[in-house]
């Protein structure tokens, strides 16, 4: 699935988001899976509290070290570990 991320809309109360993917227990502990999702449901969240210019600068960041730094998006082809993908995408924003 990629770094696909969703969000459980409640316009009434208490909204969910959160990275969509099946669960992937060979990785555990390897540092090797893309936090790419996780990262844009924080996102989505941002914007959907009214945070528009934060989640957008996630959004512009995601895009920046996908089409620039990562060879893959498939866990452990990335030609980086979770940590320091995660470092690639603060060192975008």
């Not at 669960?23 to 009214?50: E, F, R, W």
């Given at each position: ?74 866990a452990g082809k990335m030609g980086y570990s979770t940590s320091e993908v995660g470092d690639l995408f603060v060192?975008?924003?």
């Amino acid at each position: 699935m990629g770094i696909a991320a969703g969000g459980n809309i409640n316009p009434k109360g208490v909204s969910m988001f959160e990275p969509i993917g099946g669960s992937a227990p060979k990785y555990t502990g390897q540092n090797v899976i893309n936090p790419l999702a996780a990262i844009c449901a924080g996102g989505m969240m941002l914007d959907n509290l009214g945070e528009a210019e934060a989640g957008k600068a996630i959004e512009d960041a995601v895009i920046k070290v996908v089409n620039t730094k990562l060879k893959s998006l498939a866990a452990g082809k990335m030609g980086y570990s979770t940590s320091e993908v995660g470092d690639l995408f603060v060192g975008s924003i």
